[in-house]
Every structure is written in C-alpha cells, then in structure tokens.
C-alpha cells in the first residue's frame, strides 16, 4: 500500500514562495507518475502539476507555468512542488498523489494534503 505524507504548506504573502514536499512509502517510486492537485473552497479538485516516473515528462496547468516547478527525487522517495510568485487564488489544499507503477495519468492514492493560504 502506498502512503504519501504533504509538509511545507503555510501562510505566505502574494508574491512570496513555498516548497511543497510529498514523502512516499510503498515501493516502485521511480517509477509512478506523481502529481499534485489542489482544492480552493468551493470548488472542485483541480490538477497543478505532475512528473512521470519514465523519462520524467513533466506537465503543468497553464496558471501555474512559469510560477510553479514540480520535481523528484528518487533517492528519497520525495517529489516536490516549488511555488514561486504565489497569488492570492493559488490558496488552496494541496494534495500530493502517485500512480501504480508505469501508469502515467491515473492516480489511485492520495495524501491528506497540506493547507496553502496566500494573502493579498
């Protein structure tokens, strides 16, 4: 069974940045596409980003590009989420997620998620 664990999120000033981090357990991680997603009050789930486990193909949603940078690192089973330039409407839970091994955009486990608030 795979467990993920969020840390990092916070309360931080528009225009600030914080390092989202997302440790999993459960085996195979090079090889599970991971994202992250997020969920403003409201409103529904929404993709943020994701990094596949072959090749490490990289995607985002176009309002986080150039703002957020998603990346692994195998060696400690950990993928990250640096959001920089924040705005006010990037507050959000923000869930961490993994895919069985190989898939690429099918995600069956979740965190618990981390609380990202950005002020005005």
């Known amino acids: 069974q795979v467990q993920l664990v969020e840390s990092g999120g916070g309360l931080v000033q528009a225009g600030g940045s914080l390092r989202l981090s997302c440790a999993a357990s459960?085996?195979?991680?090079?090889?599970?596409?991971m994202g992250w997603f997020r969920q403003a009050p409201g409103k529904e789930r929404e993709f943020v980003a994701a990094?596949?486990?072959?090749?490490?193909?990289?995607h985002y949603t176009d309002s986080v590009k150039g703002r957020f940078t998603i990346s692994r690192e195998n060696a400690k089973n950990t993928v990250y989420l640096q959001m920089n330039s924040l705005k006010p409407e990037d507050t959000a839970v923000y869930y961490c997620?993994?895919?069985?091994?190989?898939?690429?955009?099918?995600?069956?486990?979740w965190g618990q998620g981390t609380q990202v608030t950005v002020s005005s």
């Open positions: 459960g085996g195979a991680f090079s090889s599970r596409a």
């Open positions: 997620a993994a895919s069985k091994p190989l898939a690429k955009s099918t995600y069956d486990y």
């Open positions: 990094i596949e486990g072959i090749g490490n193909i990289i």
